[in-house]
T-cell receptor
Framework: AQSVSQHNHHVILSEAASLELGCNYSYGGTVNLFWYVQYPGQHLQLLLKYFSGDPLVKGIKGFEAEFIKSKFSFNLRKPSVQWSDTAEYFCAVNYYNDYKLSFGAGTTVTVRA | NAGVMQNPRHLVRRRGQEARLRCSPMKGHSHVYWYRQLPEEGLKFMVYLQKENIIDESGMPKERFSAEFPKEGPSILRIQQVVRGDSAAYFC?????????????FGQGTRLTVV
């Protein structure tokens, strides 16, 4: 079965700092990769996804992620965070063309003004 | 276009009671998925339904849990005789009919607390 590891449980940053959240998965075959965000009191929302093509994926709100197949990683980055980026971030993976998502445990990001 | 709607947002039940969680998919979506998030863990797949059909319930506990998605109305996740270990956040997602590039849209979740 797929397993997804997120390296940090809780990250605290100041505004304008750079953010990088790690994500590694266990499966060696073809996968689809996702980052979701959940702002306080809101639904889980897709930030970005990778299905194929350019391994550097740009998402909403200035986020990007890089798929490194050799490292089984899909790390999320943002060069300069804002207070409004305070949220919980989830990495998720599924087999190519499968509907089941495997999620990491999530990383809570707190941005201090 | 309203998103995936889950209710209630918070549900408190005493041990032994029944919990019913509702999910209304996005308009035009005929596929519904339920996930459970236990404390300190990621979301875990429970069940995948299409209208009037359970497609995959491999993640559902064998007893006390059931799910349905009737022809009319929301999808229901039902937990009978709840125990403390059922306390978790339950998320519903919906998607249109499957394609290579299909994205699932999630609701806000229902936080179940069993006391």
């Amino acid at each position: 079965a797929q397993s997804v590891s997120q390296h940090n449980h809780h990250v605290i940053l100041s505004e304008a700092a750079s953010l990088e959240l790690g994500c590694n998965y266990s499966y060696g075959g073809t996968v689809n990769l996702f980052w979701y965000v959940q702002y306080p009191g809101q639904h889980l929302q897709l930030l970005l996804k990778y299905f194929s093509g350019d391994p550097l994926v740009k998402g909403i709100k200035g986020f990007e992620a890089e798929f490194i197949k050799s490292k089984f990683s899909f790390n999320l980055r943002k060069p300069s965070v804002q207070w409004s980026d305070t949220a919980e971030y989830f990495c998720a993976v599924n087999y190519y063309n499968d509907y089941k998502l495997s999620f990491g445990a999530g990383t809570t990001v707190t941005v201090r003004a | 276009n309203a998103g995936v709607m889950q209710n209630p947002r918070h549900l408190v039940r005493r041990r032994g009671q029944e919990a019913r969680l509702r999910c209304s998919p996005m308009k035009g979506h005929s596929h519904v998925y339920w996930y459970r998030q236990l404390p300190e863990e990621g979301l875990k797949f429970m069940v995948y339904l299409q209208k009037e059909n359970i497609i995959d319930e491999s993640g559902m506990p064998k007893e006390r849990f059931s799910a349905e998605f009737p022809k009319e109305g929301p999808s229901i996740l039902r937990i009978q005789q709840v125990v403390r270990g059922d306390s978790a956040a339950y998320f519903c997602a919906s998607s249109p009919p499957q394609g290579i590039d299909t994205e699932a849209f999630f609701g806000q979740g229902t936080r179940l607390t069993v006391v």
